[in-house]
Structures are given as C-alpha cells and as structure tokens.
C-alpha cells in the first residue's frame, strides 16, 4: 500500500479548494487572480534568467574567453569591443557552452532543445497540460549556458517558457478547463517575452496572435494585459523600468513623403530576409535530426562553428542586443566597417541557425532583432551619401528593420511593432513603419512560412486540433 505524505495531500487540498474557488468564478474575478499570479512569476522568471544569463556571460565569454560584447542601453550600454584578448579561446568556449547545454537538455528534458516558443504555442493547441517543471528549469540553465558562452541566441524563448511553464503547472494543479488552461499558457508566453523585453503592451498583444497565422483571439487580450503589466512591473522592480535600447528616435518626424519609399524598401527587404531567417534556421534543424551521432555532441559542433566565425565577425556571438544599440548612432554605424554591416545580417541568421537549429538552447525572437536591425542599417549606410529624404540618423531605419523583418516571419506583425517602439522608445516610427511591415507580411504571408512551426492557421483550425 502506497502511503501518501501528509505535506502532499495538504498541497492536493489546497489545490483542489483553490481549484473550486477559480472555477466557480465570474470571468473577472478569475482572470484578475490568475493574471496577478502569473504575471508575478513571469517576472520573478524573467529577473532569475536575466541574472543567470549576466553572471554566465561574465564568466564564460568575458572571463575564460576575454571578449566583452557591447550592451544595450538598459544592460548598462557598455561600449565593448571587436577585439578578442584571447582569440584562441572563443571557438573553444562556444564549443563548450553547447556540449554542456546538450548534456543537460538531452539527459534530463529533451524537450528543451531548441527555441522553446513553440514547444509552448504547442502547449496552447495540444495540451495546455503538457509543460514539465523540470523543462522550464532545464531550459533556464541551458539557455544561459548556451548564450553565456557566446551561442546565437535570444533570451526570449526561455522566460516565455518559464511563464508558459507556470500557466501549465496552474492548469494541472487547479484542474482549469481546457480553454482557461490555454488562455493560462498563452498569456504566460507574451508577458514572460514582454517583461524581458520590457514592453507590456507588446507582450500583450503578442498573447493573442502568437499561437495562429492569421488570427487574434479576443478572448485572451484583457487577461494578457493584467499579466503583462504585473510581470513587466515586477521585473522592472528589479532591473529598472527604460527602454531596452533607450529613447533612441524620439526627436524623429515623419515629414518628406519620399521616405515612404526607403521604408517600402526596407520591408520588401525584411521580408525576403525573414524568409531567409526561417528557411536557413528550419533546414539547419532538420539536417541535425537527420545526421548521425549523438544528440548531446550536435549543439558542441554548431558552437564550435559560430566560434569560428566569430573571429572573423564577433558581432554574432551572444544576444547582439549591444550591436542594435550601436547602429542607431550615427557615429557608431559609420565607425563599424561597410561590409560587416551588409554581411551580419546573414551572419547572424547562419550563427543561430548552428547554435539553436543544432539543439542549443536559447530564442529566436532576439536574433531576429539583431538581422532586422542590421537590415535596416545596411539600407541607411547605402542611401545616406546620396538620397533624399534620408534621416541624418539610422535609428528609424534601423527600428523599422526590427519591426519588417522578424514582425513578418512570425506572424505577428502588430505585436513586434509595438514590442520594438516600446523597446527603443520610439512610438514616432510606428508611422512610416506601417508600410515596411505592410509590406514584409504581406511577403510572408504569400509564402506560407512563419518562424513558428507551431502556430496554426487561425482559431477554427485551433478548435479542430486534438486535445
């Protein structure tokens, strides 16, 4: 006979009360305690990683490595360098940080390979059930080791998995019905994403889109930004509440009709390069399933080759947040060497594709601000010297590239362009920005492709899926 300790069938009563109490709710009363809740740990999630990401960092790149990658403006906005102390040691420090992420993901959880954002939008069609505990401690650690270390990747994935994570744990243990326990899960993945981000309402909006192609789902709005705005005040509670990338255009106006054009420009490019971005990242995944040897070894080669790249270009090791916030000044970009901004952002879709593609464990939110940055900046640096209508500064092209490129290839156009104004304080841009992600989606879309390959059509094919 199986006998059941005290302390655990006291959890299993207050569970269940708790359970009958949110249950029985009106719909208000429900998703104000639920929202609070979830909001709370999102943040506190949020704050665990950001902290385990900086302490890893400074150990692995900038300590064993000797590489001090630049900052953005709300990590500190250190100026960093391009230089590497020791440059022997970047491919084996890389190489390291992934052996050590896939020893952890594929002996404890394997499901926290990759970017994590679809194993939750998943979540939300299949099972809003199915997220282990110990994936969302797996996908902490792994995560900080993996971009620590110097891997391409975006701190994103793992906190939206975290409160993903929660939202699951909510819907096992207070037995929520299936649509509450969706609605649990989406809104944990757009408030872990907005409070890291540092933009609520952004995340919020992202709850209600992320997990389809084409559709919104009304019913999550109110609850999303009761969680969002709780999580991005607990984790600026923390870690202070600017903008990510400071106020960056905030002195910008959209007057001379013929920027229309360059911005036009820029969409029609982040788009085909969001295209790129999906394409090259979902053929490196399925070329590492399909190779032989061990899954733990696969995540060390694909470090190993982004530290080799990297001594060519250092831009692509880590997050690259520093070098968003570079090429929005014009004296940084104009100080970075010409080729180096038309090649990253090809780079960088080549150095995330190895670092999370091969099994690593990090996002792909992240990195697809820096391509779109980049994107944007290599279009200002080409027009600047002869085109009219050019703004004296790269800021809104370089916004407007984050907006096109990664608003379009995760179908989520509305939601990226205000995750990015809130994150560079640029709400001016959203103007002309409306014809380059327009534009970029509109790409996308004809192609059929997204970056999420667990996103669904819209809401009736969502009522059609199993479970």
């Not at 899960?185 to 933009?199: D, E, L, Q, T, Y």
């Not at 490196?284 to 982004?306: E, F, M």
């Not at 560079?424 to 409306?434: E, H, K, Q, R």
């Amino acid at each position: 006979m199986i006998r059941v300790a005290p302390g655990s069938r006291a959890l299993r009563s207050i569970g269940t009360s708790a359970g009958n109490w949110i249950r029985t709710s009106g719909y208000t009363r429900k998703w104000l305690v639920l929202g609070v809740v979830i909001g709370i740990v999102a943040g506190l999630g949020a704050v665990v990683f950001y902290v385990a990401l900086s302490e890893a960092t400074q150990l692995l790149i900038v300590g064993i490595g000797g590489y001090h990658p630049p900052t953005a403006a709300g990590d500190g906005g250190a100026v960093g360098s391009r230089e590497f102390t020791r440059p022997w040691a970047i491919p084996l420090v890389v190489c390291l940080g992934g052996l050590v992420s896939g020893i952890i993901v594929f002996t404890l959880a394997p499901e926290a390979e990759g970017h994590g954002t679809d194993a939750a939008i998943d979540a939300v069609h299949r099972d809003p059930r199915m997220i282990r505990v110990r994936v969302v401690l797996v996908k902490l650690v792994a995560s900080a080791i993996t971009i620590g270390s110097g891997g391409s990747g975006g701190r994103e994935g793992p906190t939206a998995q975290i409160s993903a994570g929660f939202g699951s744990l909510l819907a096992r243990r207070l037995d929520l019905s299936p649509r509450d326990g969706r609605i649990a899960v989406a809104i944990g993945i757009g408030s872990g994403i907005g409070a890291i981000f540092g933009a609520p309402l952004g995340g919020a909006v992202l709850c209600c889109t992320i997990p389809y192609k084409e559709d919104f789902d009304f019913e999550v709005l109110v609850p999303a930004l009761v969680t969002s705005i709780v999580s991005y005040t607990v984790f600026g509670s923390f870690l202070g509440f600017g903008p990510l990338f400071g106020y960056a255009a905030q002195d910008y106006v959209f007057d001379t009709p013929v920027q229309l054009v360059w911005f036009a420009l820029i969409g029609v490019l982040g788009g085909l390069i969001g295209l790129l971005y999906s394409g090259t990242f979902y053929t490196a995944v399925d070329l590492t399933h399909r190779l032989p040897g061990s899954r733990i070894v696969k995540p060390a080669v694909g470090g190993l080759l982004v530290g080799l790249m990297a001594l060519v270009l250092p831009e692509v090791l880590g997050s690259g947040y520093g070098w968003i916030q570079q090429s929005m000044a014009r004296a940084d970009l104009t100080a970075i060497p010409l080729w180096v901004v038309l090649l990253l952002p090809f780079a960088k879709i080549l150095a995330t594709s190895l670092s999370i593609g091969s099994g690593g464990s990090g996002g792909i939110f992240g990195p697809g601000m820096v391509i779109g940055a980049f994107t944007g900046a290599a279009v200002w640096r080409l027009l600047e010297p002869f085109a009219p209508g050019v703004p004296d500064n790269p800021a809104p092209f370089v916004i407007v590239g984050m907006m096109a490129c990664f608003g379009s290839i995760a179908r989520a156009p509305l939601a990226v362009m205000l995750m990015v104004a809130e994150m560079t304080g640029s709400v001016g841009v959203l103007v002309p920005g409306m014809i380059a992600v327009g534009l970029a989606y509109l790409i996308v879309r004809r192609s059929g492709k997204t970056i999420y390959r667990a996103q669904l059509e819209n809401r009736a094919e969502a009522r059609l899926a199993p479970g």
